[in-house]
């Protein structure tokens, strides 16, 4: 049980041990994603959260800002992943929650992913809207989806 658990932002190069070992379990063993799709270009350059139970991981998500100049205020949040006996404890919802926070601080005011349709429910609970049709990746159904911060609306 997840009672008490910390959730930590990392950079990949302190992160990776750790991360990696949470998605191999979840989208490699679990979900049967190819082993070769699991790591991406993208890694080096995300912020990572990470939650703790005491010192074990439990869970991880990343965040990548943008890099494009065009693109200055979007960025996209994925690899989320809470290991099974940890899931509906609220971990995940911290998760995403540290990355948004974060993401805010940093002047984002749209956060998009990738959703699997099983999760889009649990993101839907944080305020993300899914848009778009329903579309294959690494051999799993996903949706876009999308959340417009308040900073977004403002004048
Ligand atoms: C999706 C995932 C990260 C959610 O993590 P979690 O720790 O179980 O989520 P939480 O406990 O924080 O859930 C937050 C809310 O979403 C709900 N929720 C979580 N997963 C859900 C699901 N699959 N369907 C419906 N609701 C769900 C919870 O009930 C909770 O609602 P509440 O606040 O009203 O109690 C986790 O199930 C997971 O790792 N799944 C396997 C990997 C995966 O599919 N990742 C998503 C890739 S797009």
Redesign the pocket.
Known sequence: MADLYAILIKSWNDAQKEAFAIRKT??IE??GVPEEMELDEFDPICQHALAYENSRCI?TARLILPIEAANRQIARIGR???LAP?????????LLSALIKLGISKDITQFE????L??I??YE?LGFIATGNVYDEAGIA?RDMILQTPLSQSP
């Open positions: 979840v989208f679990e979900q869970g989320m992943a809470v940890y899931r509906k404890q609220g971990v995940g919802k911290s992913l990738h959703a699997q099983s999760a429910p649990f609970q996903h």
